[in-house]
């Protein structure tokens, strides 16, 4: 194991963590997971708004189950990402499995069924050699770092720094329902009225909350998405913490909250993109960059599910690509038409397979953590 050393998402990557999806069998539906995503649900509904849920929503959640068949594929596909990683000479770190036996996790009014650490870019940054568990938005993933443990601590073994956001409690009242409630959203509209919320004995107000894939890493710059004031809260305290190092720039509701289906940096100087229109959100320096921007994703390219399912991501997901360096790229195999763009671009792409990305709502960049990329702290502007 290498000293830690991640400022960037293209420089040379040697160590990485890929999730796991072991035991990963449904959704606590409370409302921080209705929030959370909201847009892709088409509305979430709060605990005060649905009385069938109120009435538990400090005990226990809705749980919305997966077809075993979508649980036993993922976890297939997620193996062959690490094999196809370790493959390729780099090495792979995994993160404890979850138990198939695990006991709810509880906080200061509620309960919970734990998820696996599968979408690990979510609740741990890494800048440069620091890690820094973030605080997560929703209660099942509110110990999932937990499980990464014990890689955390063989690199604060060699010399890194090991860092914690405070931790929100995660009351019903600790949520800025402003973007939800917002005719203006990046992808759906308004959500149903909310009106009435209850307040309970361990209300501290609207607390932070940011998740890692909200932050874009170009070395010495970090382009930080806000799309509420729980963001706004959390990025005022990593702006104060990293002062004097790196410099952290807001962009304002680029996505309900991660970016990394929005824009990556492939290489200094170019972008994938969404849509070219993003160009105007970032900051002036990186507006220069070249954006590559693939084809609207075309039918066929995600298995036709039932009702009884639930998709947790747009159709761009596909977006959310991995860089090896500045020349090979690991791609979802079904997304042809992002292949072909990034290949008439001179890049090298490795497809991988991955199938039932919208059930569990990431990508190949969701699903890692770079632990040592070549990089330092660069000035890319």
């Not at 194991?1 to 160590?15: A, G, K, Q, V």
């Not at 497809?351 to 990508?363: A, T």
């Amino acid at each position: 194991m290498r000293t830690l050393n991640s400022y960037d998402d293209f420089t040379p990557l040697s160590e990485i963590i890929v999730g796991s999806a072991e035991n990963y069998v449904g959704h606590d539906r409370d409302l921080t997971f209705e929030l959370f995503f909201h847009e892709a649900i088409g509305g979430y509904r709060s605990d005060w708004a649905y009385p069938r849920l109120a009435a538990r929503s400090s005990e226990q959640a809705e749980t919305w189950k997966i077809g075993k068949r979508y649980t036993e594929e993922l976890h297939e596909d997620v193996e062959n990402l690490a094999a196809t990683l370790t493959s390729l000479g780099i090495t792979v770190h995994r993160p404890l499995p979850l138990p198939t036996d695990a006991s709810p996790i509880a906080g200061l009014g509620w309960q919970a069924a734990p998820t696996p650490a599968l979408n690990v870019r979510d609740n741990t940054l890494v800048l440069g050699d620091e890690i820094i568990e973030t605080p997560p938005a929703v209660r099942s993933r509110y110990l999932e770092t937990r499980l990464l443990s014990q890689v955390f601590r063989s690199y604060f073994d060699t010399g890194a720094r090991w860092t914690t956001m405070p931790r929100p409690v995660l009351t019903d009242r600790s949520f800025d329902l402003s973007y939800a409630q917002s005719a203006a959203t990046t992808l759906g509209g308004p959500t149903e009225p909310i009106s009435d919320p209850q307040h309970g004995p361990y209300d501290v107000g609207v607390e932070m909350m940011l998740d890692g894939a909200q932050v874009l890493r170009l070395g010495q710059d970090l382009i930080v998405n806000v799309a509420q004031d729980n963001h706004r809260l959390a990025v005022d305290w990593l702006k104060r913490h990293v002062e004097g190092r790196f410099r952290a720039h807001t962009v304002h509701r680029m996505a309900d909250n991660h970016i990394d289906s929005m824009l990556l940096a492939l290489r200094p100087g170019v972008f994938l993109a969404r849509h070219a229109g993003l160009r105007e959100m970032l900051p002036n320096a990186f507006r220069t960059w070249k954006f590559i921007v693939p084809p609207e994703p075309g039918p066929g390219q995600f298995p036709v599910y039932t009702d009884s399912e639930l998709l947790l991501t747009s159709p761009y997901i596909d977006i959310n690509v991995l860089s090896l360096d500045q020349q090979r790229v690991l791609v979802n195999a079904d997304c042809t038409g992002l292949i072909k763009t990034l290949e008439g671009e001179g890049f090298t792409v490795i497809p991988v397979q991955h199938r039932h990305r919208r059930l569990f709502g990431g990508g190949f960049h969701c699903f890692t953590l770079d632990m040592h990329r070549a990089g330092g702290l660069v000035d890319y502007r």
